[in-house]
């Protein structure tokens, strides 16, 4: 008995192994570089959230500033909320409710949460109607829409 206990025990700790070892390569070589060189980006804890790794990058130049790229999860698939969005939490950075896939000319009906408050001047502010969204010349998939800047690059691993 008490060799087929260890037995078992030697054959959950082999799959235990195992599962580390698969779920170490699952990650392996899933490295990105943003698309000025600047930052690098692994998944990690996201992978268990309900978006899953993330799949873009994106820059936002809002009032003539910008953090540079950062790593988002982008759709350009339309679903029950939207035609398209951008989000690298809970809820969309900005999104679209018109037709337009990313990479297309306009983007339709584009709307930006610039999370100033639920009130400025007496004006609701944190959900932003910013009409269609015009392509600008270049490789990257950048948007100008009212005074902002929006840049959508889905990642590609090195």
Not at 4 to 22: P, R, T
Not at 42 to 60: I, M, P, Q, V
Not at 131 to 145: E, S, T
Request: with cysteine; charged share 20%; net charge negative.
């Amino acid at each position: 008995m008490f060799a087929d206990l260890v037995e078992v025990e030697g054959d959950a700790m082999n799959a235990v192994i195992s599962m580390a070892v698969v779920l170490l390569a699952a990650g392996a070589g899933s490295e990105s570089v943003s698309p000025d060189g600047q930052r690098t980006y692994a998944c990690r804890s996201e992978r268990l959230s309900a978006a899953g790794c993330f799949n873009a990058w994106t820059k936002l130049t809002h009032k003539g500033e910008s953090d540079g790229w950062v790593p988002a999860y982008c759709s350009d698939q339309p679903d029950k909320y939207s035609s398209g969005s951008c989000y690298g939490g809970g809820v969309p950075w900005w999104w679209w409710n018109g037709n337009g896939r990313i990479g297309d000319a306009v983007l339709n009906d584009f709307w930006f949460r610039d999370y100033a408050g639920p009130e400025v001047d007496g004006v609701f502010r944190n959900n932003n109607a910013y009409g269609d969204a015009q392509r600008l010349p270049g490789h990257h998939h950048c948007y100008k829409a009212k005074e902002s800047t929006f840049c959508m690059e889905f990642m590609r691993p090195r």
